[in-house]
């Protein structure tokens, strides 16, 4: 089992900065892709961001392109999310996610998800 816990969340305004961290303990050796998901109260889970062990392969949602960079440091089991210019819509609960098999924008393909810290983006 891989147990994932986020930091780093908060309350921030428009054009703010913020730096979510995730923490991997347990069978972390296993771990290959690791990524951020988001959901938005009344909204689906949406995808964010993903990284693979390497950190060679990032995909990002078309909405933080630009915005939100995806880091990892596999020394320290952490995966990071850098989120810059942020905006109302980015307002969130951002949950971190980690799979043995390869990144993947969709859900169902994360074994293991955090729970969650929220962000939330006043204009």
């Known amino acids: 089992q891989v147990q994932l816990v986020e930091s780093g969340g908060g309350s921030v305004q428009t054009g703010d900065s913020l730096r979510l961290s995730c923490a991997a303990s347990?069978?972390?050796?296993?771990?290959?892709?690791m990524g951020w998901f988001r959901q938005a109260p009344g909204k689906e889970r949406d995808f964010v961001a993903t990284i693979s062990w390497s950190g060679n392969s990032k995909y990002y949602a078309n909405s933080v392109k630009g915005r939100f960079t995806i880091s990892r440091d596999n020394a320290r089991n952490t995966a990071y999310l850098q989120m810059n210019s942020l905006k109302p819509e980015d307002t969130a609960v951002y949950y971190c996610v980690a799979d043995e098999g390869r990144i993947s924008r969709i859900p169902d393909e994360y074994e293991y998800w955090g729970q969650g810290t929220q962000v939330t983006v006043s204009s």
């Open positions: 347990g069978r972390t050796f296993s771990i290959h892709a």
